[in-house]
């Protein structure tokens, strides 16, 4: 099946820096979403983004599905960007494959 | 705006127990899934639904069922609950209309003792 790979696994920033996120995938899909999850352990949706580029505010998100990659981008970083993102991708079968995340902490 | 529920933030139950995970989502989604997250091992598939009284198996699928009786209510149940399955369990849906796109509750935090 499909493989996701996220990184970098682990990411501490101090607040107001900016950084790039990015999800790898091993073969063709038709959707890809990016979550995160707060501190309280909820999935929120960032984007949907099976291909080009969006923005929301701060975030922003590219996915060039020819080269099989994702990248979000975080500016400004605040201390509630803290938590987990995820990147999950749909393979034109049943199921979302989920990637293992990666851990920020912004610091104060 | 898409919202799905699940019954309860969290929950203590005994080994042994009959225990009833419920969600229930209000967009009218033809799909929802049930998901659990234990730390080091991701989000992983229990069960997920394409239809009423349809389900089909995930990749953990062992010592759970579900039921699927209305449109907008996924059951997830623990038939003998196990100390292995203190667990963050994460429902979610999406509908078969184009995107596809996947919407999660707020997460059950179980613990059995």
């Known amino acids: 099946g499909i493989q996701v790979e996220q990184s970098p696994p682990d990411l501490i920033l101090q607040e107001g820096a900016n950084s790039t996120l990015r999800c790898n995938f091993s073969?063709?899909?038709?959707?890809l979403q990016w979550f995160h999850q707060n501190p309280w352990g909820q999935l929120i949706n960032l984007f949907y983004?099976?291909?080009g580029t969006k923005q929301n505010g701060r975030l922003s998100a590219t996915t060039v599905a020819t080269e099989r990659y994702s990248l979000l981008y975080i500016s400004s970083s605040q201390t509630t960007d803290s938590g987990v993102y995820f990147c999950?991708?749909?393979?034109?079968?049943?199921?979302?494959?989920f990637g293992p995340g990666t851990r920020l902490s912004v610091l104060p | 705006d898409v919202k799905v529920t699940q019954s309860s933030r969290y929950l203590v139950k005994r080994t042994g127990e009959k225990v009833f995970l419920e969600c229930v989502q209000d967009m009218d989604h033809e799909n929802m899934f049930w998901y659990r997250q234990d730390p080091g091992l991701g989000l992983r598939l229990i069960y997920f639904s394409y239809d009423v009284k349809m389900k089909e198996k995930g990749d953990i699928p062992e010592g759970y069922s579900v039921s699927r009786e209305k449109k907008e209510r996924f059951s997830l149940i623990l038939e003998s609950a196990s100390t292995n399955q203190t667990s963050m369990y994460l429902c979610?849906?999406?509908?078969?209309?184009?995107?596809?796109?996947?919407?999660f509750g707020s997460g059950t935090q179980l613990s059995v003792l």
């Open positions: 983004i099976p291909s």
């Open positions: 073969d063709s899909v038709n959707n």
């Open positions: 999950a991708v749909h393979d034109y079968g049943q199921n979302f494959v």
């Open positions: 979610a849906s999406s509908s078969n209309g184009g995107t596809e796109e996947l919407f």
